[in-house]
């Protein structure tokens, strides 16, 4: 009798956890607000900005530092929205954010209802210049968990009491999933 050893190839899955930080800048454009211009008896101008940016989770060099395939985005603990340029007597005195979501290969995005991220009466200026934003984005990451080639659209907008132009910048901390698979021979 003769015994042939029969060699099997089976895949070993391996999960690896990434912690790391998305960033994403958002240009700002400012536009004066008519018939608010500055006088001796109202000293402020008042304009509205906005700013678009889109990513891809799939695409970010943070993410493709990861090794393996990714499986699973889960979000992590302070996501901020921060404005660094803000100085003495600048404000913003309203801030919206509003998000989307298209599937990889398009840029038909499906726009989900604006959140306002200033309660009434609050401002930013130089003494706060950063919003914790952990709950507006948990929605964002769920898409991005369900399909990390997904591009997603974030719209900043509001009003200040001068003209905006530069970029705020969103930095959103997530705990990236990956799988390796290697091939094992087993007998």
Do not use: H
């Not at 391996?14 to 536009?31: F, G, Q, Y």
């Not at 913003?92 to 509003?98: F, K, P, Q």
């Amino acid at each position: 009798m003769l015994l042939i050893p029969l060699l099997a190839c089976e895949d070993v899955e391996e999960t690896l956890v990434t912690e790391t930080e998305l960033d994403v800048a958002i240009s700002l454009d400012a536009t004066m607000v008519e018939n608010t211009f500055a006088t001796k008896s109202s000293p402020i101008d008042q304009f509205t900005f906005e700013g678009i940016s889109t990513f891809c989770l799939a695409k970010s060099d943070n993410v493709k530092k990861c090794p393996g395939n990714v499986t699973g985005v889960i979000p992590g603990q302070g996501a901020k929205l921060r404005f660094q340029e803000i100085d003495e007597y600048q404000q913003i005195s309203s801030l919206m954010l509003e998000w989307g979501y298209s599937p990889a290969g398009t840029f038909d995005f499906q726009l989900q209802s604006p959140v306002q991220l200033l309660p009434p009466g609050e401002i930013l200026n130089e003494g706060q210049i950063s919003i914790n934003i952990d709950d507006v984005l948990s929605p964002v990451i769920q898409k991005l968990d369900s399909n990390p080639g997904m591009y997603i659209l974030i719209k900043i907008s509001g009003t200040s009491n001068f003209d905006i132009n530069f970029d705020a910048e969103l930095n959103i901390p997530v705990v990236v999933e990956t799988e390796l698979a290697s091939p094992r021979f087993t007998l």
